[in-house]
């Protein structure tokens, strides 16, 4: 069975940076892409970025330029970097997996996306 953890959150200072890490248990990543969203309490949960088994990445508009996606096949892990971060990037993030063929070159936010982690808080403090 799949399991997704996530870690490396933390309270950063704005403009700071922060990378957080989605390990990957079960199964090999060459057959899933990866996406992470992020979570207010109260508001609806948010697809940021995503990165398929083929390494297509997409990133929405609010943190293109500034969030990096990355995976590690030796490690079996998805990384997040995050710099130039603001306050309104503070959320519960979570990393979430959709099967693909391997090799497949593109994601969305909007897949079916069956697998999730337990979340990782960022705080980004002003």
């Known amino acids: 069975q799949l399991r997704l953890v996530e870690s490396g959150g933390g309270l950063v200072q704005s403009g700071g940076s922060l990378r957080v890490s989605c390990a990957v248990t079960?199964?090999?990543?060459?057959?899933?892409?990866i996406a992470w969203f992020r979570q207010v309490p109260g508001k609806e949960r948010e697809g940021i970025s995503c990165?398929?088994?083929?390494?297509?990445?997409h990133y929405v508009d609010s943190v293109k330029g500034r969030f990096t996606i990355s995976r590690d096949s030796a490690e079996n892990t998805v990384y997040l970097q995050m710099d130039n971060l603001k306050p309104e990037d503070t959320a519960t993030y979570y990393c979430a997996a959709d099967h693909q063929p391997k090799d497949y070159y593109y994601c969305s936010e909007y897949a079916d996306w069956v697998s999730w982690g337990q979340g990782t808080q960022v705080t980004v403090s002003s």
């Open positions: 990165i398929s088994s083929g390494d297509y990445t």
């Open positions: 079960g199964d090999t990543l060459d057959y899933y892409g």
